[in-house]
Structures are given as C-alpha cells and as structure tokens.
C-alpha cells in the first residue's frame, strides 16, 4: 500500500494540473466526492509503480538513468532547490512542479525517495493561500546539490 502522504499529494497536483487555466478552489476546500476520484487515480499509480520496481528493474531504471549517483529525476529536484537560495528556502508542491518540469507521478515518487533518504522533510505546515504540501532541503540534501550545469529531466 502506497505511503498516505504520498497518495494526497500526487492527487493535489493531478488535480491542480488537470486544469490549464487555474483551480477556482483549493484543494483543501474541496469535498471528498471531488477529492475521492483523484485520490483514487492518484493511488492507483503509486501502486502500479511499486509494482514496476523489481529488483530486476531498480528504480533508477524507471526514472531516466543515473549521473553522478543520483536519479535524473532525484538531480531535476535537487536543481529546483539549487536555484531558490541553494536549499535555504522550503519550496510548495506546486513550485517544485513547476521547477523541476516533471511528470506529477515522476515528481511525488522522487519526492517520497528523498524524504526516505533523509534529504528532504516535508513541513507540517502548509505554504501561501494554495495550501500546498511544503518540503524543505535538509543539511544531508544540501551536502548534495548537484554543481554545474542543470540536468534536464528524461520525461
């Protein structure tokens, strides 16, 4: 069974990019028979992606190879860190989305295997009007940002 945490917010972000002109409301504000179906999409595609993860197919296998031992989808994340105060400022949801230009699955896996890896937290609080998920870059992630040239995500 998919992490709680990581279901609610791959849903949040399929249900804010499910529409190009904007979300009227926020996620928090909306009732659980809107909620209910994206939560659903969201786990179904959190459970079909353990499910891809043999040991036969690691997960760097899934996520565009690896370069400088890290994930290229793991480097996209770090670099969005990178390039808001070196990882001084905690960063939404929504801002990673944007930043790191990966597809919302992509993005919450990776989200999830930084905050396994000690790298990232994510903060109890919620960030703005938009009531976005919040994750801060840990001393451990900072001792890994990645120098030099950003990395372009696979997808």
Known sequence: MPNKRAVEALAQLLYDTSDP???????????????????????DQLVQRHQQRTP?????????????????DE????DSYRKHGMGQ????????NQEAGLKPLALVCTLFDLIDEGLI???????????????????????????????????
């Open 89 to 96: 400022r905690p960063l939404s949801l929504s801002t990673l």
């Open 121 to 155: 937290d994510e903060m109890e609080m919620f960030s703005g009007f938009e009531d976005q998920p919040t994750f801060r870059l840990l001393a451990a992630g900072r001792a890994v940002l990645p120098v030099g040239e950003m990395v372009t995500p696979a997808h």
């Open 56 to 72: 036969a197919a690691p997960p760097d296998a899934l996520e565009g190879g690896r370069v400088d031992g890290r994930g290229t």
């Open 75 to 78: 480097r996209a994340v770090l």
């Open 21 to 43: 002109q904007g979300i009227l409301f926020p996620w928090s504000q909306r009732l659980s028979a809107v909620r209910g179906p994206w939560v659903s999409a969201a786990r």
